[in-house]
């Protein structure tokens, strides 16, 4: 059996490493906000090419402690993409904003640039892009259009750890870059956390207060903030893996390169790719009308594979107060027919030559 990602294999090559971090973190009996967290944010910032780097819980706390901290009146609208996982919407909706969605650019399943000013109104604040599946979002545009309305630019970098637009890491570009750190993604941690990137010393100094209740002087509440802190020991394990990141997403990279030369089947739509793009992958998405045949073939076949996602967000039960009667036709296509495929360091290139000549063989 081939799985869809193996976290016990993906992680065994840094075991050695893990167990002296963690001796280490025992060893000095330190557990929140100390010196492994700083000097992850240190290294992080540094990787990235930002100013700052603020260690929070979880990549959801990080979009909305971006947002929280630009203390936006209540009635203001976030661009957001309709076809994004629902952890973006949620941070806007959790900040009593108010989310519009905008289609995203069929290919690259990014938001398309060329409709977001028709959605800017007078309520807008910000735009919160989603570097999806491990590729930038065409930034250029979409800069130029925060300045001319004097918006925010949030990015959601959860799935886009050392990808790169025009020579640009994402987290970069915008106000505020929000990562997560989630087991899964290319800079995983061993459990739930995040971090959040800006230029912005101002703002740097009042989101590390935001994350510690709201206090930047112990037991003095500036803000009404939240307990939002990335801990210690998660903090250990990221700098080990962090020195192996360029390694984890060379190695994605030369696994998505075997499907891009030898899927032959005509039914899939690969991703796209351009030279002013560097891809991380951290899911390999491919499109087919006929995704869920295909999805049980591979099962048949021992070959696990994921969805993501399945239902576009303006048909998430849990949403029709904002997107009761909005259609997102592009949104639900690519939601209907999109199927990742295994693409992760634990993987072999045996195991995507296996995968892809089951591909070329379904019919």
């Not at 259009?145 to 790169?164: F, P, V």
């Not at 941690?189 to 112990?218: F, H, P, Q, W």
């Not at 690969?270 to 073939?297: C, G, M, T, W």
């Amino acid at each position: 059996m081939i799985d869809y990602e193996n976290l016990n294999k993906l992680n065994a090559p840094f075991e050695t490493e893990f167990r002296n971090a963690f001796d280490n973190f025992l060893n000095v009996g330190y557990y929140i906000l100390g010196q492994q967290t700083k000097l992850f944010e240190e290294e992080f910032a540094s990787y990235i090419g930002a100013k700052h780097c603020i260690g929070v819980a979880s990549g959801l706390d990080a979009l909305e402690l971006s947002l929280k901290v630009c203390e936006f009146p209540a009635d203001s609208e976030i661009i957001v993409p309709s076809n994004t996982y629902i952890a973006t919407i949620l941070s806007i909706v959790n900040s009593g904003l108010t989310p519009i969605l905008v289609e995203p650019n069929f290919a690259t399943c990014n938001i398309d640039p060329t409709k977001i000013e028709e959605k800017i109104t007078s309520k807008t604040k910000a735009i919160m892009v989603v570097h999806l599946y491990g590729k930038s979002c065409e930034m250029t545009p979409i800069q130029t259009l925060c300045k001319k309305y004097n918006l925010k630019l949030i990015e959601d970098c959860a799935q886009s750890h050392g990808a790169k637009y025009k020579g640009q890491t994402t987290g970069t570009f915008g106000d505020f870059g929000a990562f997560s750190f989630y087991p899964t993604k290319n800079l995983g941690a061993l459990g739930d956390s995040g971090a959040i990137t800006t230029n912005d010393s101002v703002m740097a100094e009042k989101l590390r207060a935001y994350r510690n209740y709201g206090s930047e002087k112990k037991y003095y509440n500036k803000y009404t903030g939240y307990n939002s802190r990335l801990d210690e020991l998660q903090s250990a394990f990221l700098r080990v893996k962090l020195l192996h990141l360029d390694e984890i997403n060379t190695h994605k990279r030369k696994l998505a390169n075997l499907y891009f030369e030898n899927i032959n089947n005509s039914q899939i739509l690969l991703p796209a790719r351009d030279s002013d793009y560097f891809d991380v992958y951290h899911i390999f998405n491919i499109r087919i009308k006929k995704r869920d045949e295909l999805k049980q073939y591979l099962l048949d076949n021992g070959i696990k594979t994921e969805i993501h996602y399945p239902i576009s967000p303006n048909k998430q039960e849990g949403y029709q107060k904002w997107f009761a009667d909005i259609e997102c036709p592009i949104s639900e296509e690519i939601h209907t027919t999109t199927l990742s495929l295994p693409c992760s360091f634990a993987h072999t290139e045996n195991d995507i030559l296996q995968v892809i000549d089951t591909i070329n063989r379904f019919v």
